[in-house]
């Protein structure tokens, strides 16, 4: 009788959001146009960098080492300056991110033998990209020492670094963000999905006629979550599917560890959805309300900075954030071929923060009710 | 003007009495900031790493103990390289350091060059070319020490001698602050906007409005006025916390600040009264604004990600987006000053911007009252 009554209830919630056009072009067109244009968009990779270059020097070694600035895919447009007045403009007017300097004495200093210097004078208002470029500058202006080094019988270099990328060897941007995007997308999708599923039948008044029907708080709870649970996965099926089929994403996991992290993970951020439309009286205030959880989760979720790297009493908080957790199963399972033991060491603590928020809101229900 | 003002009157009286608007023009701007200040660092210094030591002569333990020094590395020492797979497949560490078991030996030998291993996980592109950078910056400080204590072989023979201008310390806050302005700006001058037209649209007040002595110009005025008031008070209130909690520094002038912040506000509140007008209903609106305004601003305004580094497609889009606009300008005032090259030309596009929104919404609130 009871698993009736919840069916009857997830079968209305989901034909519901099927009717409606407005909420079909809403599950499907945004996810789709983001996952399209935030994959490509959002990368701290440095690609076509505007540098500038003011060359004093009038040796062939100079402009020798310009040339490989010159041939790099990181660099694309190069303006040439003239005198050091023009450097500050430059920088400040955003014509360039790095103005390489070498000075009179380079090429003299290198036939003697002797150790020779390039400044980089780098726009600090975008740091880590330029910490970036800087990066790439010093490693091929090393390896053009190098090169001149052996070439003119100079001693070489005692040691050397020889980097290798593990998981992902040429670091393309592309197979970070993907997997990332199919936790926040389908976490975006699930959370607007419930806190409104509540919300829009509280302003239409439809919710009172839940509340004093002959179904218990613990029945709704679980036929709005269960519908809830239902779209999200299918919403994760479509964007995996791009993952995998368009993007070409390399996916060495297993797709059931995959899948079982991802139905937790949607329970948890429906219970959150849930709770947080438990409390709120009106469409605008569920709308408001879960996008102030959803900004700090997300830019807490290890996407876009490590959690380390966070103060240490803010990590503590964040362990009840959902998606640190299954940002890195995703990560792990597709590109690390993540297995279930190490997964399920992140499943628990979204099964327990699940938890706790389906027992809320279950709470608050039976508390309006009585 | 009286209708003006009555109008103005009664939406401050919405927004007081409406605990929503409350918390999404305080209490999250107070959120994002403190996030911004603490939880988003792009200055990764507390990377953990993996050092595997197969042998341990004395070249071995001076590089050893350099990493142990640097300030960005929290290192985990190991013999077998195997201990530390796992940690890398669960994320627990960034990478390792492999000091072969032959590195002194061919240290000692002239001419040739002992390997050292570096080995990141490419999982994470961003904190793997920042693993990269700082153990190449450790190594080759070790390098110079080495030469130095015994004066062996040669350096590298050119030295690369950085200089990052206007944020010496290089700290990824004192950019991400500024810009995160211009996302409050936007949650409150479209979202907040849109979902309040909106909510009259749906609710039928919005025509009961359009029937009185009103005209359409005093109640798109009327509308714009108090969140217009409402972002910019918002805006000082996160200029005040930047500057005096998290001592950014404002090297433009305030009032180049407010100026430029105000015509984004005008901008970014027409959008979200265009929004409303098209949607006339919440949901569609909070989608439509989150979509086209507020993901935008984050993702696609340069405030992180870098927009020469995005596809041409990709760059010609962001042209459309205020925000990207803004952002430079944010950047620009607080860290470098009034560089007016870079102010004008940017509030000259936002202002642009906001003309064409607003031409668009009056033809359309007016094709409505006519049909």
Partial sequence: MMWQRIWSLVIKELLAVWRDKKSRMVLIIPPMAQLIIFSFAATLDVKNASIAILNHDSGKVSTDLIQQFVGSPTFASIVYLQGVEQIRPTIDQQRAMMVLHIDESFSRQLYAGKPASVQLILDGRKSNTT?????????????????????????????????????????????????????????????????????????????????VSPMEPFEIVVGKTLPAVIISLGEATLILGVAIGLYQIPFLGSLWVLYVSLIVFVFAVVGVGLFLSSICKTQQQAILASFVFMSPALLLSGYATPIENMPVWLQKIDLINPIRY????????????????????????????????????????????? | MRPIFALIKKEFFQIIRDPSSILISGVLPLILLFIYGFGVSLDLDHLRIGLVMEEESDEAVSFAESLRNSRYFEVTTVRDRRELEDKMLEGKIRGFV???????????????????????????????????????????????????????????????????????????????????????????????????????????TMEALMSTPVTIFQLLVGKIVPYFILGMLSMTLCVVVAVWFYQIPLRGSFLVLAMSSAS????????????????????????????????????????????????????????????????????????????????????????????????????????????
Avoid: C
């Fill in chain 1, 131 to 211: 910490q970036i470029v800087a990066g790439y500058a010093t490693e091929i202006i090393n390896q053009f020492s190098d090169a001149f080094a052996k070439e003119r019988g100079f001693p070489v270099q005692s040691a050397r670094l020889i980097v290798r990328n593990w998981y992902n060897p040429n670091l393309i941007y592309l197979w970070f963000n993907v997997p990332n995007l199919v936790g926040i997308l389908t976490m975006v999708v699930s959370l607007i999905i419930t806190a409104l599923s509540v919300a829009r039948e509280r302003e239409l008044g439809t919710f009172d006629q839940l509340l």
């Fill in chain 1, 326 to 370: 299954f940002l890195v199963i995703t990560k792990g399972v597709f590109l690390k071929g993540m297995p279930f033991s190490i997964a399920w060491e992140l499943i628990w603590p979204m099964a327990v923060i699940a938890f706790f928020n389906l027992l809320g809101a279950n709470w608050m229900f039976r508390r309006r009710l009585e």
């Fill in chain 2, 98 to 204: 492999v000091i072969p078991a032959y590195f002194s030996s061919s240290w000692k030998r002239p001419g040739q060059e002992a390997p050292l291993q570096v080995i990141t996980d490419g999982s994470e592109p961003n904190t793997a070319q920042f693993v990269q950078n700082y153990v190449r910056g450790a190594f080759s400080v070790w390098l110079q020490q080495e030469k130095l204590n015994q004066n062996l072989k040669g350096l590298p023979l050119i030295q690369t001698l950085p200089r990052f201008w206007y944020n010496e310390e290089l700290e990824s806050r004192n950019f991400l602050i500024p810009g995160s302005i211009a996302i409050i700006m936007t949650l409150i001058g479209t979202l907040l906007t849109a979902l309040v037209v909106a909510r009259e649209w749906e609710r039928g």
């Fill in chain 2, 264 to 371: 984004f506000l005008l901008a970014a509140t027409l959008l979200g009264l265009f929004i409303s007008t098209l949607s006339k209903n919440q949901f569609v609106a909070s989608q439509a604004s989150i979509v086209s305004a507020f993901l935008p601003a984050f993702i696609l305004s340069g405030f992180i990600f870098e927009i020469s580094s995005m596809p041409g497609w990709i760059q010609a889009l962001t042209h459309f987006i205020p925000a990207r606009y803004f952002v430079s300008s944010l950047q620009t005032l607080f860290l470098v000053g009034n560089v007016w090259e870079v102010i004008l030309p940017n509030t000259f596009f936002i202002l642009l911007f906001a003309l064409i929104v607003l031409t668009l919404t009056v033809y359309k609130t007016a094709k409505r009252l006519d049909g």
